[in-house]
């Protein structure tokens, strides 16, 4: 069975400083999806970035990338230029490359200090 | 698009008592899938279908939860009788066969407590 581990419960980082939230997980397959979702206060679950296995180029979208270390099963997130609305729990999930359920790591809070 | 809706967003309720949640999925998407969130547990799977038919359902709990899709626009997670373990958020997400492959879209979930 697929497992994410997140081992970092609780973060915190200055405004405008960049910080790198770990996920590793454990698969025994070739081909699946990785995911970062952001929980604000609000509750909502928001995809913040998704990468392919396939793809050995890491993913990026504007403050937000990855670095994918297939081999050793590593999947971090780096936020760059961090905001205060940057604050929120963060969970990183696995889907198999049939594309169903989500598996969730325990999630990492991290709290944007001005 | 108005996104995944889902009701109550709070729902507070008596030990033994029926609960209903309520998930409208993005129009067009054929999967749905209801999750449970708990600070002990995370978030955990519960169900999901595909084209309105339930495809897993071994992340249920036990006899007292069920789930229904009985259309591609409603699918609602029933829990009776409730108990105070049952509190916890309850979020509905959608997604598309082929259309932006796999990606989940969430609904802002319901916070049960039961009492």
């Known amino acids: 069975a697929q497992t994410v581990t997140q081992s970092q419960p609780e973060m915190s980082v200055q405004e405008a400083e960049t910080v790198t939230l770990s996920c590793t997980y454990d698969t025994s397959e070739n081909n699946y999806y990785l995911f970062w979702y952001k929980q604000p206060p609000s509750r909502q679950m928001i995809l913040v970035i998704r990468?392919?296995?396939?793809?050995?180029q890491n993913a990026t979208e504007n403050r937000f990338s990855v670095n994918f270390q297939k081999a050793a099963k590593s999947f971090s997130l780096k936020i760059s230029d961090s905001q205060l609305g940057d604050t929120a729990m963060y969970f990183c999930a696995f889907m198999n490359q049939a594309g169903t359920a989500l598996i969730f790591g325990k999630g990492t809070t991290l709290s944007v200090s001005s | 698009d108005a996104g995944v809706i889902q009701s109550p967003r709070h729902e507070v309720t008596e030990m033994g008592q029926e609960v209903t949640l309520r998930c409208k999925p993005i129009?067009?998407?054929?999967?749905l899938f209801w999750y449970r969130q708990t600070m002990m547990r995370g978030l955990e799977l519960l169900i999901y279908?595909?084209?309105?038919?339930?495809?897993?359902d071994s992340g249920m709990p036990e006899d007292r939860f069920s789930a229904k899709m009985p259309n591609a626009s409603f699918s609602t997670l029933k829990i009776q009788p409730s108990e105070p373990r049952d509190s916890a958020v309850y979020f509905c997400?959608?997604?598309?066969?082929?259309?932006?492959?796999?990606?989940?879209?969430f609904g802002a979930g319901t916070r049960l407590s039961v009492l």
């Open positions: 279908f595909n084209n309105n038919v339930p495809i897993d």
């Open positions: 129009s067009g998407h054929d999967y």
């Open positions: 997400a959608s997604s598309p066969l082929q259309v932006a492959k796999n990606i989940q879209y």
């Open positions: 990468q392919e296995a396939y793809k050995q």
